[in-house]
């Protein structure tokens, strides 16, 4: 099993940047595949990036690519989502999500979940 905590959202304005974090708990972070995932007010949960257990591979949501980079710290348990020129539709909960081996794009496929963290992009 596998315990992940966000950290790092917040409000900003159209334009800027943001980064958030989610640590991981646990010896095997390697063999997880990590995902980014945000949900909106009545909204169904979005994907928005992935990366392979290596960080070799990512993958990323035609909404956010060009803005958005995913990365992970194998040695620190971390995965990180750096979030460039944020406009008021990036608003959200943003979750961190793992899943043995192979990465994937949608929800239902991702075992782990993290509690959140809000990203509120003002206009």
């Known amino acids: 099993q596998v315990q992940l905590v966000e950290s790092g959202g917040g409000l900003v304005q159209a334009g800027d940047s943001l980064s958030v974090s989610c640590a991981a708990s646990?010896?095997?972070?390697?063999?997880?595949?990590m995902g980014w995932f945000r949900q909106a007010p009545g909204k169904e949960r979005q994907f928005a990036a992935a990366?392979?257990?290596?960080?070799?591979?990512?993958s990323y949501a035609d909404s956010v690519k060009g803005r958005f980079t995913i990365s992970r710290d194998n040695a620190k348990n971390t995965v990180h989502l750096q979030m460039n020129n944020l406009k008021p539709e990036d608003t959200a909960v943003y979750y961190c999500?793992?899943?043995?081996?192979?990465?994937?794009?949608?929800?239902?496929?991702?075992?782990?979940w993290g509690q959140g963290t809000q990203v509120t992009v003002s206009s």
């Open positions: 999500a793992a899943r043995r081996w192979i990465l994937a794009g949608t929800p239902t496929e991702y075992n782990y």
């Open positions: 646990g010896r095997t972070f390697s063999s997880y595949a």
């Open positions: 990366i392979s257990r290596s960080g070799e591979s990512t």
